[in-house]
């Protein structure tokens, strides 16, 4: 079945540690999003990619960093300088073909972040 | 700037009953897109529907179909015939800048 996986779906972090979030997808898009989601507030850009080795910020991407090296495979790492990283992260692909405020955008299940 | 209300934190509806959920925005754009996203239980994000703004015709979907009101820049999600499986949070989201701004959602609740 094509998708999108995210693994944990539960992490948990100590304070001054550097976590990665996996993000794989076989839907063949060439675009991938991370999203943050917190309580009574909509998604939240952190980065994304339209293409491999390329990627743009969104409008919270301090103290997050990503890598897209594969088609396939979007990991975002949560660093020690994001002050407040206890949230529910969303990862998604789209096929990139009209862009990020058009395409249909596929997400996977999520990963649960709790810093200790 | 908040640019995409729902007003409605929370809306209850009887099974099998019809309901309307709420959203607004604010663009200066002509031609745009907006969407209604589904979050079950479950947490996986699923498209509900997906609207152009140049188009006139109001998008459907079997049970869901929206009301754009270009002018007034509103765009409600009506679900006809609620179904248990409709209990969710919804989210509308508009397309701008290369990126979706998204509405802080509404939680359906499907009373049996």
Redesign the interface.
Known sequence: DGGITQSPKYLFRKEGQNVTLSCEQNLNHDAMYWYRQDP??????IY?SQIVNDF?K??IAEGYSVSREKKESFPLTVTSAQKNPTA?Y?C?SSDGLA????D???????TRLTVL | AQTVTQSQPEMSVQEAETVTLSCTYDTSESDYYLFWYKQPPSRQMILVIRQEAYKQQNATENRFSVNFQKAAKSFSLKISDSQLGDAAMYFCAYGRNYQLIWGAGTKLIIKP
């Open positions: 009574g507030q909509g998604l939240r850009l994304y743009q969104g409008d529910f969303l998604a862009g990020p405020a058009v249909t955008q596929y997400f996977g299940p999520g």
